[in-house]
């Protein structure tokens, strides 16, 4: 099941996520695509935005860390209005 919370996509909330999570280093990272944008929680796509879906959140239970790094995430998108849908499974490695 999936869920919809907004709607949008732009680079830049991935960027205002990071800037939130004070010490993160580079384990929780964008990746700009031909075809959209990547998150990364160390080397696990933990989000994907394209302009035909959206942003995509995986719902995938993992680290403690990548928990807090999923939860800035959202926050951010949130508090920039664009919406995302969860996905319950793991997101595709490989994109």
């Known amino acids: 099941m999936t869920k919809t919370i907004a709607?949008?996509?732009?680079p830049a909330a991935p960027i205002k996520a990071?800037?939130?999570f004070h010490n993160n280093g580079?384990?929780?990272r964008g990746e700009?695509?031909?075809d959209g944008?990547?998150?990364?929680s160390y080397s696990t796509i933990?989000?994907?935005s394209t302009p035909e879906e959206g942003w995509t959140l995986t719902g995938h239970k993992y680290s403690a860390t990548t928990s807090r790094h999923m939860s800035s995430l959202r926050q951010a998108l949130n508090?920039?209005?664009h919406a995302f849908t969860t996905s319950p499974d793991p997101l595709p490695q490989r994109y």
Do not use: H, Q
């Not at 709607?7 to 732009?10: H, K, L």
């Not at 944008?37 to 990364?40: G, N, P, S």
């Open 7 to 10: 709607r949008g996509t732009t």
């Open 18 to 20: 990071r800037e939130a």
């Open 26 to 28: 580079s384990s929780f």
């Open 32 to 34: 700009p695509r031909d």
């Open 37 to 40: 944008y990547v998150v990364y």
């Open 46 to 48: 933990i989000a994907r």
């Open 79 to 81: 508090a920039l209005g």
